[in-house]
């Protein structure tokens, strides 16, 4: 029903800044809580953040958080994930995942759609 595809990613250096878009199809994408998770190599896949419909209160994960930036342009059905200040901790496959629960306003995420993932790679 949903389909999602990210791009933006890419070699950067250490301290350096990417940003990720993730485009979805469909006309309900503003009723949507999106979400960004990213899986390094031998690890299991963990949540980055996420977006509400809304925007009310969002959600980044420690590791993330104040370094990471998670926004959406409801016109272009895109949601970006701006990174700054990279490490090479951050080095994984990220991917775009969409709560299929219109108009959901709890802090829980559930990813019901995911995008095939992009790959990045922060060398030290």
């Known amino acids: 029903q949903v389909q999602l595809v990210e791009s933006g990613g890419g070699l950067v250096q250490a301290g350096g800044s990417l940003r990720l878009s993730c485009a979805a199809s469909?006309?309900?994408?503003?009723?949507?809580?999106m979400g960004w998770f990213r899986q390094a190599p031998g690890k299991e896949r963990e949540i980055v953040g996420r977006i509400k419909w809304s925007v009310a209160n969002p959600y980044y994960a420690d590791s993330v958080k104040g370094r990471f930036t998670i926004s959406r342009d409801n016109a272009k059905n895109t949601v970006y994930l701006q990174m700054d200040n990279l490490n090479p901790e951050d080095t994984a496959v990220y991917y775009c995942a969409a709560d299929g629960r219109l108009f959901y306003n709890r802090d829980d995420f559930r990813a019901d759609y995911w995008g095939q993932g992009t790959q990045v790679t922060v060398s030290a």
């Open positions: 469909g006309r309900t994408f503003s009723q949507y809580n």
